[in-house]
């Protein structure tokens, strides 16, 4: 058996094969530098936004005040009556009973709280 030769069409010096190779690895290199550019682009956009918002809160001051519980008050009702309009209210809950070293939302009377007040 006779093994037959590819003709290799030739074109600028190169076989037809090699040039569509060259082609196709030109334009992968271009694809993934266009990729690595957006990545990149949307890694500094995502850091400058977290910089901007830790900024923001960071401009805010804390105080906290010690709450006496009454018979009928619930943790939601403290939480509502002491958080600021753009925080809600979950955020509020969690942050006393973080601060508070509480496990459950459940609260006595005669006991006092420790409230954060962000002005």
């Not at 266009?34 to 001051?61: H, P, S, W, Y």
């Not at 809600?88 to 954060?116: D, T, Y």
């Amino acid at each position: 058996m006779k093994k037959e030769k590819r003709k290799c069409v030739r074109y600028g010096g190169l076989c037809m094969n090699q040039c569509v190779w060259k082609i196709l690895i030109k334009k992968s290199m271009e694809i993934r530098k266009n990729i690595f550019c957006l990545l990149t682009l949307a890694m500094v956009i995502g850091l400058g936004t977290l910089v901007m918002g830790a900024q923001r809160q960071k401009d805010a001051e804390v105080y906290y005040e010690c709450v006496a519980i009454q018979s009928g008050d619930t943790l939601w009702e403290i939480a509502q009556k002491y958080k600021t309009e753009d925080q809600k209210i979950e955020h509020m809950i969690c942050e006393i009973m973080r601060i508070n070293g509480m496990r459950s939302e459940n609260i006595k009377s005669g006991e006092s709280l420790i409230v954060p007040i962000i002005k």
